[in-house]
């Protein structure tokens, strides 16, 4: 069974029904044989958007959460090894939320599923399935 960890992006496009996901992506998501994990960094990114006024969510971010696991997305947490990895990581780009990410996929020997370009800095390091 493959393990993939989504992007902030894409856990948004899916919960909208967003035409930008690939049909290999819904494909995947969709398959019995994935595993399917959100990081609390991705909640915690929607929490502070919404808060600055930067993310339209029509529900609060709890009721989102909470919608994601109904759907058999299952909210992997931030440990103490992901950050030994976050801290090894080497510093490509700044996006802490994309860091801890990256550093929990190669923890939990995942795959990224993203379309963010900046995913590429890390390859060789981390798997990636791009949309």
């Not at 090894?88 to 801890?100: C, T, Y």
């Amino acid at each position: 069974m493959t393990k993939y960890l989504l992007d902030t992006h894409i856990l948004l496009w899916h919960s909208e029904d967003n035409r930008q996901l690939s049909t290999d992506i819904l494909t995947r998501i969709s398959s019995p044989d994935s595993s399917l994990f959100v990081s609390q960094a991705s909640y915690w990114e929607l929490t502070i958007k919404k808060s600055l006024g930067k993310l339209d969510l029509s529900v609060s971010v709890q009721a989102f959460c909470q919608s994601a696991i109904e759907n058999s997305f299952q909210t992997l947490a931030i440990q103490t090894e992901h950050f030994a990895c976050l801290e090894a990581l080497p510093l490509l780009h700044s996006d802490p939320f994309d860091r801890m990410i990256i550093a929990q996929a190669i923890s939990e020997h995942m795959v990224v599923i993203t379309q963010d370009q900046k995913f590429r800095f890390y390859e060789g390091m981390v798997d990636i399935l791009w949309n």
